[in-house]
């Protein structure tokens, strides 16, 4: 399996986050990369590729409709997020609130105005791992478009919970969103992190093309979305007590009810590992280590070419082995 992922994703590091309203680590980590990376370079059946394509006129086109507005946005976040902690936001653009459209230019509002929730620091390395993480994606998309079977994208920060215009979850660019509308034919996006990927759901809203099929935590983050089925979105909420079988169950069901008959040219995966008990963010508090090799086993069963984006996974001792027994069960 060709690995793609870029030293950058390693740059964005924001000292702090607020959690459950106390202020702890940064627990998605530049560290996540290299631990799932120190497992699968032991074996042979990965190759690790630096990315190879540059674009920024791609990425803009895939976010805005005019072409100009998203990378606006990324100059604003770049310039206003120079000191080394970073721009936490804080203050938020909430709909009931606003009573014009001339916004602040503080940067606390600037950071505010693009992000749902305080989890999407802005530091001066932000841009360039997510621009990073964007390039090996679309390496990874190429590979796969080019007649490869499956390529995997090991990257940070994630993508899923971010939309077109704004951060959250720790996410600032919907990877999964750019890898299906720049692959041609139709896509599945199998979304198999813990959290509910709101962002990509928003994206790719409409898309007769595309569909997102989501396994998550049923109340929890992000709240206020993936509670059911919209247009092409599969919802699959998922209460907290959920076992392996359980999971395993869903799974199968989604990919025979939904995935096989939509009969997609590629299947991208939001391929996120916070669904393990050990977790310290999440709480599928039932699931174990044996859910792993399941997991990969049955996604191969779609039979399509595939491409793996790392999105969550936080528990750092077994996260590694987790994603390869995921991609070595996939291949076998
Ligand atoms: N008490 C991803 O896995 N904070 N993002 C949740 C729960 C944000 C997770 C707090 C979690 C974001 C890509
Ligand atoms: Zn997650």
Known sequence: MRVFTSLDCLLHNPPFEILDGDKSEWLESPARIEKIKQVLIKSE?????QFIRKNTLLISKLYTTDGTQFEKKVDIRVSEGRSSSGVIPETFLHFNLVDSDDFSTHSVAQVGRFAFDMTSTITKDTWK???AAVQCV????????NGGKTAYALVRPPGHHSTQDLCGGYCYLNHAAIAANYLSGRKVILDVDYHHGNGTEKIVKGNEDILYVSLHADDDYPYYTGHRNAGNAINIPLPRTTTTDEYILALQKAISHHILPFRPDFLIISFGVD???EDPI???SNVDRGMYTQMGRQISQSKCPSLWIQEGGYHMETLGDIVKDV???YMD
């Open 129 to 131: 791992s997510a621009y």
């Open 275 to 277: 669904t393990y008990n």
């Open 327 to 329: 991609l070595s069960s």
């Open 138 to 145: 679309l390496s990874g998309a190429n590979a796969i478009m």
């Open 282 to 284: 999440a709480g599928f």
């Open 45 to 49: 059946r990965f190759k690790f590729e």
